[in-house]
DNA sequence: TGAGTCTGATTGCAAATTGCAACTGGTTGC
DNA sequence: GCAACCAGTTGCAATTTGCAATCAGACTCA
């Protein structure tokens, strides 16, 4: 398995859209990035536990060996904690958040989402491209320890879990 | 091969960016989309023999029947032709547009694009949801039947195509 | 009428991928 | 010292993929 291939490599064509089904065009590796940047799930056990869907160890450790080849995460050790790896997004991976979005908007208008774990893309849809820019920077300060521009109040996360709660406080019988 | 599956079915969840992957979630079916919407292809053989990434006949049945059974698309006899098959975007297919967009621009800042098939992703993104509206509107017309605002001049899947026609020109080494 | 071509597929088969459950070797906290 | 926790690995059956060959029913032209 030859982990690096940055440039003419056995690609199918050039075409950006077939390049990029190439690298995330599977049923798993999108979940495992939605559940790092919505979920914050940063080390493997919180993301094979939590995780709603029910991935396989197996898949969620070849998903995120791909993922960090493809530079759309990266991998270091938890300094407080020997044997355990911190996973977190590039710059790379946190500009797929408006994919994320555009995806959202069409699963909620096209397919049966329910109704609680599709608060989240509602706002991100009625939120634009300026509560986007709001969230990547969030990402890049939490992912890539770069400091931007301070706001005020909850962070954009934050609030999207919120409302999570909220409409499943609701609806006691829904999925979690 | 159970067909449809409407409502409550055996999904994975109902996250709308889960079920957007359960439907779309392949190496394949974003592709046969594509070259519906930006190359005009209604015909079975069309887009066997002119896929860029060479698609083979058994995996293209299988996605085209199953996008039918989803509703991204619709088949219809060829009046004119007893045994040929007309495929359509349906409406839910072409409000994938956006989708595509995005990932376009994605694969094009971050992939090892060709630049003569990352043009039309590049019009795509300069031209904003201003052009992806008349885009769409071309699209319900052509695969719809149904009549939108006459614009003057070259319709947007025939722009894209001639700048792409350009880039080619210039480049005649590179692949088609 | 019959040969050749075009149509949307299907078939057979090897290789790769997936899904599931059990398991591993090491670390940490008590 | 020991139970709990950590990031994975292993084995195996079932499914999916990729490839080439093939198919049967229209159409085309002489």
């Known amino acids: 398995?030859?982990?690096?291939?940055?440039?003419?490599?056995?690609?199918?064509?050039?075409?950006?859209i077939n390049l990029t089904l190439e690298v995330l065009g599977d049923k798993w590796s999108l979940?495992?990035?939605?559940?790092?940047?919505?979920?914050?799930?940063?080390?493997?056990?919180?993301?094979?536990?939590?995780?709603?869907?029910?991935?396989?160890?197996?898949?969620?450790?070849?998903?995120?060996?791909?993922?960090?080849?493809?530079?759309v995460i990266s991998r270091e050790d938890d300094p407080s904690h020997k044997q355990k790896a911190i996973y977190s997004l590039t710059?790379?991976?946190?500009?797929?958040?408006?994919?994320?979005?555009?995806?959202?908007?069409?699963?909620?208008?096209?397919?049966?989402?329910?109704?609680?774990?599709?608060?989240?893309?509602?706002?991100?849809?009625?939120?634009?491209?300026?509560?986007?820019?709001?969230f990547m920077d969030e990402l890049r300060q939490e992912h890539l320890g770069i400091p931007t521009k301070q706001r005020p109040g909850p962070g954009v996360r934050e609030r999207l879990y919120a409302a999570y709660q909220e409409v499943a406080a609701r609806q006691p019988s829904a999925q979690l």
Chains 1, 2 share one sequence.
């Open 91 to 134: 710059e790379k991976g946190i500009e797929l958040l408006p994919i994320f979005a555009m995806i959202g908007a069409w699963g909620r208008r096209w397919l049966p989402v329910t109704e609680a774990l599709s608060i989240r893309a509602q706002l991100l849809e009625e939120g634009g491209p300026a509560l986007w820019e709001e």
């Open 31 to 71: 979940i495992i990035v939605r559940d790092m940047m919505f979920g914050n799930r940063r080390h493997f056990r919180e993301l094979l536990s939590q995780n709603e869907e029910g991935i396989a160890s197996n898949i969620l450790a070849d998903r995120l060996r791909r993922l960090v080849a493809e530079g």
């Open 1 to 16: 398995m030859t982990a690096e291939r940055e440039e003419s490599d056995t690609h199918r064509s050039g075409c950006p």
